[in-house]
Structures are given as C-alpha cells and as structure tokens.
C-alpha cells in the first residue's frame, strides 16, 4: 500500500516499511505514519525499514520529541534499519538513532551508485537468513 502526506511518501508491503521524506518534519506527520506503521507492527511483527531522506531539513521541535516517543515505544519492533542521505549529518542520524532501537541500523549515501537498491538487498538479506 502506497500512502503519500505533505512531504512524506510511505510504502508499506508485508513486513517492509518504505519512508520517503522530503523537506522538514513536524509533529501533525507523525500523526499520519504512525498509526500506519503501527497497524503494520501488529500485522507483521517485527518490520524492516527504509527511510529516504531528500532535501530532508530536520524536526521540528514537536516532531523530534514524537520521533523519540515512537522509538521508546517500538524500542523491538524493528528488525532492520536503512537510512538513506546524502548529507554528514544524517549519516550521523543513522549513529544517533541505534541508542533508541535494537535494530540493526545502517546508512546508505544517496550519492553512490544504487543506494536505494543496496538498502533493500540489505534489509531483505536478514530474510534469506531467517529461511536457512
């Protein structure tokens, strides 16, 4: 299912989350994505993420302090990490944010050949390991 809010594109399948987002976020898109992801927690269990930062401007302060709320609160519900960027100081996001999570977290550099592509083989690769 594709969902798209202001500045946000979200694509959900099975146990995949895919989060495109673009520009600054505040309080008001969280309430649109979390419950969605949520719904998608309960359906599936533990999700793989990818979050795609374009033009990504930072939190407001409202938005960062859900952002810390939903990571307290689903601290084990996500199994695999990606953060997509092209930016030094959302590499340091993809570091920041593992305190807040037991996924494993990895960053992706938009400005290296298929990036995107190298994010969902990586999340999809936990799969192929969970079958064996």
């Known amino acids: ?15 995949y989350v895919f989060l495109r987002i673009t ?13 969605e992801i949520e719904k998608h927690i309960e359906q599936y ?26 990571g307290i609160h689903h601290f084990n519900d996500i199994r695999r990490l990606a953060i997509i960027g092209d930016r030094a100081w959302e590499k340091g996001i993809a570091v920041f944010c ?4 037991t996924a494993e977290v990895r960053y992706f ?4 050949k298929s990036a995107r592509e190298r994010a969902e083989n990586w999340v999809k690769e936990n799969d192929k390991k969970e079958v064996v």
Not at 23 to 35: A, I, M, N, T
Not at 49 to 66: H, P, Q, R, S
Not at 98 to 101: C, E, N, R
């Open 23 to 35: 520009g600054k976020l505040e309080k008001e898109d969280y309430d649109f994505f979390v419950p």
């Open 45 to 70: 269990g533990k999700l793989n993420v990818i979050i795609e930062l374009d033009n990504f401007k930072g939190w407001t302060a409202g938005a960062a302090w859900e952002d810390t709320k939903f």
């Open 1 to 15: 299912m594709a969902l798209t809010f202001k500045n946000i594109e979200l694509i959900e399948q099975e146990k």
């Open 109 to 112: 550099d938009s400005n290296e």
């Open 98 to 101: 593992k305190v807040f999570t």
